[in-house]
């Protein structure tokens, strides 16, 4: 697999392997932390998926910043070992229980994602922009994107076996520990990067790094202040008043406002050459943002649909080998039971006042009366966070095979355009929306739990989805960027998924306001489907385009 590839390949590959590691097993138990009463911080549904949707967005906006700053000033290298020391740092400090501890923690990682994120995946596209390996791009990225995905499989079952038996923060510990083996890794290939991580410094018509700081950065702090302070009508929806939802989802909205402009105005000054490329690549973000939107519910909405309305019980051989790796705990069934094991809330108005109230629901809540064991007998149940290594674990499973596809293809001289490709998987990903419109009904919505298969069938069908997209995605930036701006327009692409992640912290946030789970997920396939009907309409521009450029 390596030989026709890039010797820098198989160290990059590892080393966003074990960032990937790191990160995955933050995000995987990251809203069950914060839910929890016992040791966490004991939020609400809404106020986790917030506070989880403004995370994720902010760890994609800051490469905006980061791609820049290494274009012009840093170079690659230094910008990605400085990016992986500051998310390392902040995953060790995450596990220290208080909010502004955890508030700074989040800092450092948003921060540090900025800088190693896009300068990674331009790195990585440097070397095959050398005509020897043009032709591989698309397949090297989807090895890169399998390196991803070993990490993001692997993580969630130390992050499981450490949080039940030593508690949260050794979880965050290891995935401190996990970031700075992926630093120690980058830094043992230099010697085959070459000068592939100088920066490529300030180019004749570039923007000033003083007046983007001006004209950008200064306006979204002060945007996103108004957004954060302006409100709209209060209801009985919206207790807050706010805009969209919550106030950090209205700054985090109006503080984009300037973002976007940026990006537009390079389209319009940029040469007359470079304006049907830079188009192009706007317009994929934009239709890709409401893909990220739906994707990203596996950290919030469908980690609680894991938590609450999967079967998670487990017997015999599975049952022995999973409680001997502390992936799994015993709960004890009694009929008035008030044990914690998962903390819900609800609202009430007291006095004219709203306040929290804590409800302790336990898991048997809706375990179908066949299930239901005896009085005072235990059963074991997996870690809820095992859910999230589904998809990364499809992804090592079907990567393989999409690629040998497209081999295939290709040597009958049939294989699709990129955009094509992004097409197909924005349909694909609609599909698998699907699924769990069928395990709502199959589990009576709610009532009764539902088998793991249906989160496994509904990851695997978007999975492909995925496959089809994400890395595609990548590949496209770099081939149509003009050189002096390519890792700026890999920041244009993750602040595309920026916008997403917070847009699906929106959708997550409204989970408990659907009372017919169904409906949630027919919003979700309706805004995929949306995408699909939008990026077909655009693949005939986009083909001619690349074809007009020489791309494949």
Request: positive net charge; hydrophobic residues 50%.
């Amino acid at each position: 697999m390596w030989k026709s590839h890039p010797k820098a390949l198989p160290y990059l590959f590892l080393s966003e392997m074990w960032e990937r590691f790191g990160y995955y097993l933050m995000i995987g138990i990251f809203t069950l932390y914060l839910k929890d009463v016992e040791a966490g911080f004991a939020m609400t549904e809404k106020e986790a998926s917030d506070l989880y949707g403004t995370f994720i967005a902010l760890v994609f906006l800051t490469p905006f910043i980061g791609g820049l700053i290494a274009d012009r000033y840093l170079g690659y290298k230094k910008s990605i070992v400085m990016g992986g020391i500051m998310m390392g740092a902040g995953y060790f400090m995450m596990g220290i229980h208080s909010l502004p501890m955890l508030y700074f923690a989040m800092t450092l990682v948003i921060v540090g994602n900025g800088f190693f994120k896009p300068n990674i995946s331009t790195l990585l596209g440097n070397f095959y922009n050398e005509d020897q390996y043009k032709e591989k791009k698309d397949e090297g990225y989807n090895i890169f994107y399998m390196g991803i995905n070993v990490g993001a499989f692997i993580c969630n079952f130390f992050g499981a076996a450490l949080q039940i038996l030593l508690g949260w923060q050794y979880a965050f510990m290891a995935a401190g520990l996990g970031m700075f083996i992926g630093v120690i890794v980058f830094l043992l290939g230099t010697k085959h990067y070459g000068d592939k991580t100088e920066k490529k410094g300030i180019q004749e018509g570039d923007m000033p790094f003083s007046k983007i700081v001006l004209y950008i950065l200064v306006p979204s702090v002060v945007f996103g202040v108004i957004g954060w302070l302006i409100k709209g009508v209060q209801s009985e929806m919206n207790l807050d008043s706010s805009i969209f939802g919550s106030d950090s989802t209205d700054a985090f909205i109006f503080a984009c406002l300037p973002v976007i402009y940026f990006y537009g105005s390079l389209y319009f000054k940029a040469k007359p050459e470079e304006k049907r490329p830079i188009g192009a690549l706007l317009s994929i973000f934009a239709v890709v943002i409401l893909f990220w939107a739906v994707f990203k519910l596996n950290g919030s909405a469908l980690t609680t649909w894991a938590d609450r309305y999967t079967d998670r019980e487990i017997t015999g051989t599975t049952q022995v080998v999973f409680s001997n790796l502390k992936l799994a705990k015993d709960i004890e069934y009694k009929k008035d039971s008030t044990e914690l094991y998962d903390a819900s809330f609800r609202l009430q108005k007291e006095n004219g006042a709203v306040k929290k109230v804590v409800d302790y629901p336990v898991y048997y809540r809706n375990v179908a009366k066949s299930k239901t064991p005896q009085e005072g007998s235990a059963v074991s149940i997996w870690a809820t966070n095992l859910s999230q290594s589904i998809n990364p674990g499809w992804v090592i499973i079907l990567t393989p095979l999409v690629v040998a596809f497209f081999t295939f293809l290709r040597s009958r001289k049939k294989e699709p355009s990129t955009p094509t490709k992004i097409a197909f998987g924005l349909l694909i990903s609609a599909l698998s929306v699907l699924v769990m419109i069928a395990a709502v009904h199959i589990g009576s919505n709610g009532m009764e739990k539902v088998s793991v298969w249906w989160l496994v069938a509904n990851y695997g069908i978007i999975t492909i989805g995925e496959l089809f997209l994400s890395p595609m995605g990548l590949s496209i930036v770099s081939k149509l960027s003009p050189k002096n701006i390519t890792a700026l327009m890999m920041g244009g692409w993750f602040l595309s998924t920026s916008i997403g992640n917070k847009l699906s912290g929106v959708l997550a946030s409204m989970w408990d306001q659907y009372d017919d789970k169904a409906n949630f997920f027919w919003v979700n396939f309706g805004l995929l489907m949306f995408a699909t009907l939008l990026m077909f309409a655009l693949v005939k521009n986009l083909n001619k385009v690349m074809k007009d450029h020489g791309i494949n």
